[in-house]
Nanobody, 124 residues
């Protein structure tokens, strides 16, 4: 089993950067896939990025080239570095994890463990 806790959100101006952190605990992190999702007011939750235990990654088209997902196996932590932030990146960001799949996972329903969310607000 895994527990996840996301943090690192904040308020930044357009063009700024933030780094989100997904801290996990549990014995299966080493073989887990972790993803980041976001949900803006009035919109559906959308996929942002995912990383496997083998460091394979996938990104949503909207964030490619600006966001980077990475993982620190020793710290059982996954990061989402967000650069060149835009007002349209404003959303509640969630970390999610699954230890059932070893490949990249984009479907939210395949994740079993979710953080509480961390707010990212970008002003123009």
């Amino acid at each position: 089993q895994l527990q996840v806790a996301d943090s690192g959100g904040g308020f930044v101006q357009s063009g700024g950067s933030l780094r989100l952190t997904c801290a996990t605990s549990g014995e299966t992190f080493h073989r887990s896939t972790v993803g980041w999702y976001r949900q803006a007011p009035g919109k559906e939750r959308e996929f942002v990025a995912t990383i496997t235990h083998a460091q394979m990654t996938e990104y949503a088209d909207a964030v490619k080239g600006r966001f980077t997902i990475s993982r620190d196996i020793g710290r059982k932590t996954v990061y989402l570095q967000m650069n060149d932030l835009k007002p349209e990146d404003t959303a509640l960001y969630y970390c999610a994890a699954t230890d059932k799949y070893t490949y990249t996972v984009k479907l939210a329903r395949l994740y079993d463990y979710w953080g509480q969310g961390t707010q990212v607000s970008v002003s123009s």
